[in-house]
């Protein structure tokens, strides 16, 4: 299965979360339900999901959490937020980088029109 595939399948499940929980909650709970939703339809989805950092030839003794990873292809980094800010789309940029991922998924649900904060991120696809 393809990022593009695997992206098509998030994005339904995105929605459906969405269009059932609303808009306002904590990402905890989008996180959980998303979760839920990809894994109900047979996709592999690892969360808070540790990665190192390496630096200068070590490895840090500091990692960063990716919110979901699904396929071992797809990021995804939520937030429930009044606003995306040009860091969110840093964030996910630098997570597509150190782990060598080519698509990630940048979701805010504190929205009017989750089509419109769903940002795709791509990462020499």
């Given at each position: 299965?393809?990022?593009n595939?695997?992206?098509?399948?998030?994005?339904?499940?995105i929605?459906?979360?969405?269009?059932t929980?609303?808009?306002?909650?904590?990402?905890?709970?989008y996180?959980?339900?998303?979760?839920?939703?990809?894994?109900?339809i047979?996709?592999?989805?690892?969360?808070?999901?540790?990665?190192?950092?390496?630096?200068?030839?070590?490895?840090?003794?500091?990692?960063?959490?990716?919110?979901?990873?699904?396929?071992?292809?797809?990021?995804?980094e939520?937030?429930?937020?009044?606003?995306?800010?040009?860091?969110h789309?840093?964030?996910?940029?630098?997570?597509?980088?150190?782990?060598?991922?080519?698509?990630?998924?940048?979701?805010?649900?504190?929205?009017?029109?989750i089509l419109?904060?769903?940002?795709?991120i791509?990462?020499?696809?």
């Open positions: 299965m393809t990022e595939d695997i992206s098509f399948k998030i994005r339904g499940a929605f459906k979360v969405y269009n929980l609303g808009p306002g909650l904590f990402e905890s709970v996180e959980s339900a998303l979760y839920y939703e990809l894994t109900k047979n996709l592999k989805v690892e969360r808070q999901l540790e990665i190192t950092i390496p630096y200068d030839g070590i490895i840090l003794d500091v990692a960063f959490k990716i919110d979901l990873l699904v396929e071992d292809k797809v990021i995804i939520l937030k429930s937020v009044e606003d995306l800010a040009p860091i789309y840093k964030q996910i940029t630098n997570y597509l980088k150190l782990t060598n991922k080519k698509l990630g998924l940048l979701v805010n649900f504190n929205t009017v029109t419109d904060d769903i940002k795709r791509a990462n020499k696809l």
